[in-house]
């Protein structure tokens, strides 16, 4: 069960903090590319996570780094792209989106990446296996800068799991259930995997 869940709309940081951290990710991206460090395994793509909103998701893309977590946190991440509607125009956003792999990889305690497609609802998410529950709150408010720049504003949202691995909540989706009043059609929370 997982300790109390961070989540959900605390302030992004100042823009030369947001931006400053990002660059700071990018050169430290570099280095685990040069490194080989970083990994786009196959396993989970093409696999289907049901959500408690009641939307589908497909993984295309996973990218994993050669670290394990020693404090595990999970952390989702969604947001609806700007003006995009068609099915063209989604495919070329999934295609550009491993240049995006520069803005995360690099984050302190990054483990791993799920990328989710559009959902019915248009909505993308990212479900990251994370080292320490405050460096993945700490990467998503700077992540804001990069995605208000195509995302509709209202609709980034992330939610933090602490004590919780990414594949243990593929596995077992019922451990991020909470006692919370709107929780039972959570956008953030998994409850099939297929």
Known sequence: MPETMISIERPHLGIVEGLAALARCAGRTLLLIARERLHEPSD????????????????????????????????????????????????????????????????????????????????????????????AEAYVRALWWALMVVAERSSIHYAVLPGIRRDDLLREPSIADTDAPDEPRAWWRPISVS
């Open 44 to 135: 989970h793509i093409g696999g289907r996570l049901t959500w408690a909103d009641g939307t589908t998701s497909t993984v295309y893309r996973e990218t994993t780094c050669d670290r394990t977590p020693h404090s595990p946190a999970t952390l989702v991440v969604s947001f609806r792209l700007r003006r995009v509607r068609s099915a063209r125009l989604h495919a070329l956003f999934r295609f550009e989106s491993e240049l995006n792999t520069i803005l995360f990889a690099g984050f302190p305690g990054f483990v791993s990446k799920l990328w989710f497609a559009n959902d019915e609802r248009g909505v993308y998410r990212g479900l990251y296996d994370w080292d320490g529950a405050a460096s």
